[in-house]
């Protein structure tokens, strides 16, 4: 049976996560990820059905997590709606991104569905499902995240 406490470990794990991300922390986030940690990125921007990105190991994430904040200094999810699954191994996000490259004065908002899953208190795989060709319309290159891909 799941306890309340399961849920609530879960919500909380998946919440130091994202204020992670939107801190651009990724000290932070190595403390809470698994040693086999994943994220996807599913939704590509060529509109094939193979993900956009899989970053396939904890060294993968963080190279991720540390491309963002290189390339944007401002990241926050607003509206924020939270779902824990019944058994308590995913946490769901659905949030609007409000991201900010002062440098390149760009602004990117997106609609985001983040599901986190987690594992004895460490996220052990992380979907960021946003509309592809919202971050195409910025017209930047996306060197960042094909170097951590290929970090990998």
């Given at each position: 049976?799941?306890?309340?406490?399961?849920?609530?470990?879960?919500?909380?794990?998946?919440?130091?996560?994202?204020?992670?991300?939107?801190?651009?922390?990724?000290?932070?986030?190595?403390?809470?990820?698994?040693?086999?940690?994943?994220?996807?990125?599913?939704?590509?921007?060529?509109?094939?059905?193979?993900?956009?990105?899989?970053?396939?190991?904890?060294?993968?994430?963080?190279?991720?997590?540390?491309?963002?904040?290189?390339?944007?200094?401002?990241?926050?999810?607003?509206?924020?709606?939270?779902?824990?699954?019944?058994?308590?191994?995913?946490?769901?996000?659905?949030?609007?991104?409000?991201?900010?490259?002062?440098?390149?004065?760009?602004?990117?908002?997106?609609?985001?569905?983040?599901?986190?899953?987690?594992a004895d208190g460490q996220i052990v795989k992380v979907w960021e499902y946003a509309n592809p060709v919202a971050y195409a319309n910025l017209g930047i290159a996306d060197s960042e995240?094909?170097?951590?891909?290929?970090?990998?």
């Open positions: 049976m799941i306890t309340n406490s399961s849920h609530q470990k879960s919500l909380e794990t998946a919440q130091a996560f994202i204020t992670a991300f939107e801190n651009r922390d990724p000290a932070t986030v190595a403390t809470l990820l698994a040693q086999d940690a994943t994220f996807v990125i599913p939704l590509s921007i060529a509109g094939t059905p193979e993900p956009w990105y899989v970053f396939d190991s904890p060294a993968a994430v963080l190279a991720y997590i540390e491309s963002v904040a290189a390339k944007f200094d401002h990241v926050a999810f607003l509206d924020k709606v939270w779902t824990v699954s019944e058994d308590a191994r995913s946490v769901f996000l659905q949030a609007n991104g409000d991201i900010l490259s002062s440098t390149e004065k760009l602004v990117y908002n997106n609609v985001y569905i983040f599901r986190i899953d987690v995240a094909e170097a951590a891909a290929q970090a990998r």
